[in-house]
């Protein structure tokens, strides 16, 4: 079993995500020990943004190009991913948007066919833990501006996945209590998730 474990936010340890994100990979080793594991800090390694070089294969990029076809192996090799999410602005960092739009490839994680886009990545899991300053929850009066679980669970739905985890803490910013709730409420989703990566 492989196992993709990405990091995106800019906190490095102070970062609510990253502990949520290496809680879920822990969790999943204590069933699966001899799980081989990938980590990507897109922020310690970023990935550059696509340009229009990409797409002409310029010799300017060939470089990069190769870098992006790394990173789209490691997904394709990878059977879950975990993505460590942080919040920016009611959407996911531009850290993790490059490294998604490394992955999102015509051909090889998801093909157009007469009867519309088809996703191949069918064989994948994937876990979010993601963190957010405010309550973005359904009923919240921030639900409607919360743009990164949703983006995600679009693209990678997208692209075929339909083995889904979100562990979310949230309220992160409104004040310490809010910050432990969350927190604790992160870890206790983490506790109970299905550490079985071989369904």
Sequence with gaps: MNLLHIDSSILGEQSVSRMLSRAAVERLKERNPAIDIIHRDLVAVPVPHLTGDHLAASPAVMDDI?????????????????????????????????????????????????????????????????ARGGLYRQGMSLASSEHAEAY????????????????????????????????????????????????
């Design 66 to 130: 190769a870098f992006g076809e790394k990173l789209l192996d490691e997904f394709i090799n990878a059977d879950v991913i975990v993505i460590g999410v942080a919040l920016y602005n009611l959407t996911i960092s531009s850290q993790l948007k490059a490294w998604i739009d490394r992955i999102v490839i015509a051909g090889k994680t998801f093909r157009y066919t007469e009867n519309g886009s088809e996703g191949l990545a069918q064989d994948k899991r994937v876990i979010l833990a993601v």
């Design 152 to 199: 995600l669970r679009s693209m990678f739905a997208f692209i075929g996945v339909t083995r889904f985890d979100v562990i979310v803490a949230e309220g992160l910013a409104i004040s310490e209590a809010h910050r432990e709730s969350g927190k604790k409420a992160a870890f206790e989703a983490i506790s109970v998730l299905d550490p079985r990566c071989d369904f």
